[in-house]
């Protein structure tokens, strides 16, 4: 039971690089989420999806590009990362095709930790 | 709004104490409920739900019931371990139509030997 995957699990860019971090889940979810969490602040919500060719913007969204070109697959993407982006951040999807969306619990992977020097 | 108040942490107590994790919420209608655990160096993991009011949800000693009449979803366990220790959070306010909650920081908790 893969659920949600995401790659990678850790790195350290320079200031300046820019990269991409997948989120993949094999729950046929319609929904995804990516969020950041810093410490004290909980997570916070930086783009979602709600089908496949659809993204739209959460709380955070300033210096986050994203794509979901196929249903499984979520995409975050820094063109040019900054130290304010050290974070860790998770990926998230919900709601399969049956009940009510907002019934449904969202299932997380296990995190990026990403550090920019 | 609707939105939803969970106690601030962190709490640490003794191995077999008795847990409370506060968590209240506004809302005109009656949202699903969540609470959700993180455990070191993972991501956050559904603890329990519940859908409705007077709905009981539980999971590894965990439990919580959805009170209409204080409008509260308290989290309870009667005799915590070690291994309990995490991060708790009942994410605030109801899912919209899209999925989303929102998140806290969560409230710590420390469980000692």
């Known amino acids: 039971n893969a659920g949600v995957t995401q790659t990678p699990k850790f790195r350290v860019l320079k200031t300046g690089q820019s990269m991409t971090l997948l989120c993949a889940q094999d729950?046929?979810?319609?929904?995804m989420y990516w969020y950041r969490q810093d410490p004290g602040m909980g997570l916070r919500l930086i783009h979602y999806s709600v089908g496949e060719g659809t993204t739209a913007k959460g709380e955070v969204p300033d210096g986050y590009n994203v794509s979901r070109l196929k249903k499984q697959n979520f995409l975050l993407g820094l063109e040019s990362a900054a130290p304010s982006q050290t974070s860790v951040y998770f990926c998230?999807?919900?709601?399969?095709?049956?009940?009510?969306?907002?019934?449904?619990?969202?299932?997380f992977g296990d995190g990026t930790r990403l550090s920019i020097l | 709004g609707d939105s939803v108040t969970q106690m601030e942490g962190p709490v640490t107590l003794s191995e077999e104490a008795f847990l409370t994790i506060n968590c209240t919420y506004t809302?005109?209608?009656?949202?699903?409920l969540f609470w959700y655990v993180q455990y070191p160096g993972e991501g956050l993991q559904l603890l329990l739900k519940a859908t409705k009011a007077d709905d009981k949800g539980s999971n590894k000693g965990f439990e919580a019931t959805y009170r209409k009449e204080t409008t509260s979803f308290h989290l309870e366990k009667g005799s915590v371990q070690v291994s309990d220790s995490a991060v708790y959070f009942c994410p605030s306010g109801p899912a919209d139509s899209w999925g989303k909650l929102q998140f806290g920081a969560g409230t710590q908790v420390v469980v000692t030997p």
């Open positions: 998230a999807s919900s709601y399969s095709r049956t009940g009510v969306p907002s019934n449904q619990p969202q299932h």
């Open positions: 729950m046929n979810h319609e929904y």
């Open positions: 809302a005109t209608g009656y949202p699903s």
